[in-house]
């Protein structure tokens, strides 16, 4: 019953600006961990960012640290994703992803049946 859906892919010129948005439903949204996870042709699945309960705990990968912010909303039972001066690299398959394990974090572990998935939404950068 859980669901989660992705929205705000696109394509933006490098440098851009994108800000995906992941609507939640079929569970208490605010007693998981929240997470973007990313995947690019032909490469392994990516941990991007990660944020806690009480939005007071952001974790990001290393290579997009400073560029992008995640957010969420307890009321709207939503998960942001704000990307910002976007490189080519950056191209991908953006997933939102929930936490399996109640109120506890899932680091930064890929390990797929850890969470439930949202469908993706692709994000293309290119000049």
């Known amino acids: 019953q859980v669901q989660l859906v992705e929205s705000g892919g696109g394509v933006v010129q490098p440098g851009g600006s994108l800000r995906l948005t992941c609507t939640t439903s079929?569970?208490?949204?605010?007693?998981?961990?929240m997470y973007w996870f990313r995947q690019a042709p032909g490469k392994e699945l990516e941990w991007v960012s990660g944020?806690?309960?009480?939005?007071?705990?952001?974790e990001y990968t290393d290579s997009v640290k400073g560029r992008f912010t995640i957010s969420r909303d307890g009321i709207k039972n939503t998960l942001t994703l704000e990307m910002n001066n976007l490189h080519s690299e950056d191209t991908a398959v953006y997933y939102c992803a929930k936490c399996t394990r109640l109120v506890r974090t899932c680091g930064s572990e890929t390990t797929r049946s850890l969470y439930d998935w949202g469908q993706g939404t692709q994000v293309t950068v290119s000049a």
């Open positions: 079929g569970f208490a949204f605010n007693n998981y961990w």
């Open positions: 944020i806690n309960l009480s939005h007071d705990k952001r």
